[in-house]
C-alpha cells in the first residue's frame, strides 16, 4: 500500500483554530492545519513551543480551550481518547515492566476479545514487522532501548489504527540507535500507509523522515512545508536560524536587489525600501570558493581562522576586509582543503550566491 499523500480535498486530520491556555499562559494561538491521509508529518520546534501539546490534544488527553478536531471529516474535539482511532507511542517506551513482550504488544486488542489464535497471529505478525520475530517470551528488561521502543511501536499499531502519533520516541535513544530506527519507522510507515505525526525537537530527524515539517514557535506555526522548503526557502527569520546551520549577517538594503553589510554593496534577489536594515541569512554550503569565474558577483578574499573537521567535509570559519573581518561559516570538503593546501591563515577567495540569500527586516 502507498503512503504517498493523498491529494484530495478533503484532508485525513484537520485542526481549526486549536487554542489552549494554561491559566494566563496561552500555549497554543488558534492554530489550524491540514494533515493528507498517508502522510507524515514532523512538528519541529524548541522546547515550550507547543508541539507536544498539540499532539496530546490530537489524541485526547489534553482538552483544547477552543478550536475543532476533524478525522475523516468527523468532528472528535470532545470524543474520550479510546474513540479517536489512533495509536501513540512516548519516548519512554511506557512498556508494562510486569507483561512480556507478546502481552505488551497484544495489550490494546484485549477489550476486543478476539480469538486467541487470531491475537497470537497479530502479534506474530507484528513482532515481524518490526524486525523482533520470536521475542514473545522476553520481558522489557532484558531488551535494549531500541528494541523496547520497536515493541512500543508494535503495540501502537496492533489495533490498525488509522493515525500512527509519535511524541519524540527516539530521544531517548543513542544516536546510532536512533538514525537506524528512524529509518526503519520511516519504511514501516510507507509500506503500511499510515498517517503519522511525530513530534520532535532534532531538525536533522525531521528533515530525514517527513513529508511536511511543521515548524512552530510560542504556540504559533511559523512555516509548513517539505523539508527541502523549510531548508532552502525559510518564511521567517526563526525558521532560517532555527532549521541548520546559518550566519547571520547584519546589513542595509541599498534598493532592488543590493544589500550591504560590512560597508561592502553585493547582488541579491530582494526588494525592499532603500535603508531599511536587514538581516542577511547565508547557509555555509551557499558561501562558494568554487567554481569562480571572472566577472562574478559577490567574490571577496577571505582568510581561514578556524576549521573543523566533520569528515568528509570541514566548517571552515574565514573572515574578510569586505565584511569587517565578521566570522562567516564556510562549507569546504576535505578534499578541496587538502588539494588546495588550505590551512588556518590561509587565503582563498569567497562567492555568495544571491539566490541564496534569505533578507528579513
Known sequence: ???????????????????????????????????????????LGPSGCGKTTILRIIAGLEAQTAGRIELRGKDISTLPPAQRDYGIVFQSYALFPNLNVADNVAYGLVNRRLPRAEVRQRVEELLKLVGLPGSEKKYPAQLSGGQQQRIALARALATSPGLLLLDEPLSALDATVRVHLRQEIRALQRQLGVTTIMVTHDQEEALAVADRIVVMNQGVIEQVGSPREVYRHPATAFVADFVGRINALPGTLAGANSVHFGGTPFECLHEGVAGSEVTIYLRPEDVLAQPIAAGDANVFDARIDKIEFLGSYCLVQVS???????????????????????EVGSQLPLRLLPERMHIFG
Request: glycine share 8%; aromatic share 10%.
Open 1 to 43: 500500500m502507498s503512503a504517498a499523500p493523498d491529494t484530495g480535498a478533503s484532508p485525513f486530520l484537520r485542526l481549526a483554530g486549536i487554542r489552549k491556555e494554561f491559566g494566563s499562559f496561552v500555549a497554543l494561538q488558534g492554530v489550524d492545519l491540514e494533515i493528507a491521509q498517508g502522510e507524515f508529518v514532523c512538528f
Open 320 to 342: 574578510a576586509e569586505a565584511l569587517k573581518h565578521r566570522p562567516l561559516s564556510v562549507t569546504l570538503s576535505l578534499n578541496f582543503l587538502t588539494e588546495q593546501q588550505l
